[in-house]
């Protein structure tokens, strides 16, 4: 069973600070992985997509894949109020042609002013 | 607004009643995909769907729960005979031909009584 674990958090992180949300996953196979923001009551929005290992940026948010360690990560820098929200990573196996994401649980960030 | 339209927003429903979620996926998207989202838990996926094709509804549990993309119209998710256990949020997605990324609609908070 394809599996993505995240730590449900909360992550508490002043206002100006680093946050760091991670997420591993279990199919080896995964070919691309995403991360998305979800506000209370609301639907999760994309924010990021990373397919090959390394490093990738966009504004203050970098995505991190190291398919050897089957792990993910959100890097958000000079985190704001309007951060706080629960980040969900999802993985895609990439071997049915079609977009079957698997979520993990996300992890609530909190950003204090 | 050319994003993905869900409607209702909140569907109330007595057990053994019958619920009916409908989706219009982003203009220029043909694929539809539904989730369901309990309290707690991470978003499950049940259905993905072409016009007029069912393609994977290994997600889906096999009683009570149906799902259609006609030629022409939304997207339907049919629960029959609903039962508390399946008051969720119930998120419907599209994607473009890439298939990669999956942009969401706001969501149907199915409340059943």
Same mark, same amino acid.
């Given at each position: 069973?394809?599996?993505?674990?995240?730590?449900?958090?909360?992550?508490?992180?002043?206002?100006?600070?680093?946050?760091?949300?991670?997420?591993?996953?279990?199919?080896?196979?995964?070919?691309?992985?995403?991360?998305?923001?979800?506000?209370?009551?609301?639907?999760?929005?994309?924010?990021?997509?990373?397919?090959?290992?390394?490093?990738?940026?966009?504004?203050?948010?970098?995505?991190?894949?190291?398919?050897?360690?089957?792990?993910?990560?959100?890097?958000?820098? $000079?985190?704001?109020?309007? $951060?706080?929200?629960?980040?969900?990573?999802?993985?895609?196996?990439?071997?049915?042609?079609?977009?079957?994401?698997?979520?993990?649980?996300?992890?609530?960030?909190?950003?204090?002013? | 607004?050319?994003?993905?339209?869900?409607n209702p927003r909140h569907l109330v429903r007595?057990?053994?009643?019958?619920a009916r979620l409908?989706?219009?996926?982003?203009?220029?998207?043909?694929?539809?995909?539904?989730?369901?989202?309990?309290?707690?838990?991470?978003?499950?996926?049940?259905?993905?769907?072409?016009?007029?094709?069912?393609?994977?509804?290994?997600?889906?549990?096999?009683?009570?729960?149906?799902?259609?993309?006609?030629?022409?119209?939304?997207?339907?998710?049919?629960?029959?005979?609903?039962?508390?256990?399946?008051?969720?949020?119930y998120?419907?997605?599209?994607?473009?031909?890439?298939?990669?990324?999956?942009?969401?609609?706001?969501?149907t908070q199915l409340s059943v009584?």
């Amino acid at each position: 069973q394809k599996e993505v674990e995240q730590n449900s958090g909360p992550l508490s992180v002043p206002e100006g600070a680093i946050a760091s949300l991670n997420c591993t996953y279990s199919d080896r196979g995964s070919q691309s992985f995403f991360w998305y923001r979800q506000y209370s009551g609301k639907s999760p929005e994309l924010i990021m997509s990373i397919y090959s290992n390394g490093d990738k940026e966009d504004g203050r948010f970098t995505a991190q894949l190291n398919k050897a360690s089957q792990y993910v990560s959100l890097l958000i820098r $000079d985190s704001q109020p309007s $951060d706080s929200a629960t980040y969900l990573c999802a993985v895609n196996a990439g071997n049915s042609g079609y977009s079957t994401l698997t979520f993990g649980k996300g992890t609530m960030l909190l950003v204090s002013p | 607004n050319a994003g993905v339209m869900q409607n209702p927003r909140h569907l109330v429903r007595r057990r053994g009643q019958e619920a009916r979620l409908r989706c219009s996926p982003m203009k220029g998207h043909s694929h539809v995909y539904w989730y369901r989202q309990l309290p707690e838990e991470g978003l499950k996926f049940m259905v993905y769907l072409q016009k007029e094709n069912i393609i994977d509804e290994s997600g889906m549990p096999k009683e009570r729960f149906s799902a259609e993309f006609p030629k022409e119209g939304p997207s339907i998710l049919r629960i029959q005979q609903v039962v508390r256990g399946d008051s969720a949020a119930y998120f419907c997605a599209s994607s473009g031909q890439g298939h990669e990324k999956l942009f969401f609609g706001s969501g149907t908070q199915l409340s059943v009584l």
